[in-house]
């Protein structure tokens, strides 16, 4: 059997070393995702390292380090695909981003394991952690900060509500108003709030604005003929 003319004992050992160790340091990052109820945990993590130690230790082993270097290059790729399951767009919202670089992490640590870097793989694994964990307190103190819509990034929205039978009047009378102001509008979307109004919301094209401005448009509108309430808010890019 060809299994028993190339078989090594000492290859073998080094490849259960490094699958080992990509086990157990992304059993430390899937273990902190799966406590905070991410998409991808525990397994997922675990499965993506090993998958790509597995990946680089076959690569080392038949061909050396430059195939090593290639196959590291196409995990590098291919887990993206697998990172953009994770990711979802919910409105103006995109939830996902963090876990899918975790992941693209965790496939990282797996491939240093699967080139003997096992050192560099446990290091990796301890700065993933410093980011989900010790980075989480500052990121809520930043997101709790004053903002200046002004000089910052965000996504503006109009919103008002409006009687069915002058929504579609009132939806050019919206661009209008706004093109006047300066502020041209992407889209202008339309809920039913009951049977006799309706939820319009325009979304600026600009990303960057005064608010000012936009409180003196959005008090014009209000004082039209079939518009109950109106107003405008922004969310962060």
């Known amino acids: 059997m060809q299994f028993l003319e ?3 004992g000492s290859d073998f050992a080094d490849t259960l070393a490094s699958l080992i ?3 157990a340091f992304a059993t430390l990052i899937g273990a902190e995702r799966q406590w905070r109820q991410r998409t991808a945990g525990l397994r997922t993590n675990v499965l993506v390292a090993v998958g790509a130690c597995q990946f680089v230790d076959m690569a080392m082993n038949l061909t050396g380090h ?5 196959v590291i ?3 590098v790729s291919g887990i993206g695909f697998l990172g953009a399951g994770v990711i979802m767009k919910e409105g103006a919202n995109i939830r996902g981003l963090n876990t899918a670089a975790t992941l693209w992490c965790s496939a990282a640590v797996g491939a ?3 080139a003997d870097l096992i050192a560099q793989a446990g290091l990796l694994t301890l700065f993933v952690l410093a980011g989900n964990i010790m980075l989480r307190p500052l990121a809520k103190w930043l997101e ?4 200046d819509v002004s000089t ?3 996504t503006f929205e109009v919103v008002l509500v409006v009687e069915t039978l002058r929504a579609a009047d009132l939806k050019a009378r919206v661009t209008a108003e706004l093109q006047a102001a300066k502020y041209p509008v992407a889209d202008i979307v339309s809920n039913r709030q ?3 109004s309706e939820e319009l919301t325009a979304r600026l094209v600009a990303t960057s604005a005064k608010g000012e401005e936009l409180d003196s448009v959005v008090e014009t509108l209000r004082e039209l003929r079939g518009v109950s309430s109106a107003g405008w808010l922004s969310r962060t890019l």
């Open 152 to 154: 910052g990034e965000a």
């Open 194 to 196: 009951g049977d006799q």
């Open 73 to 75: 290059a196409y995990v």
């Open 144 to 147: 709790r900060l004053p903002t």
């Open 66 to 70: 430059d195939g090593a270097v290639r």
């Open 6 to 8: 190339t078989f090594r």
């Open 112 to 114: 240093c394991a699967g």
């Open 21 to 23: 160790a990509a086990f």
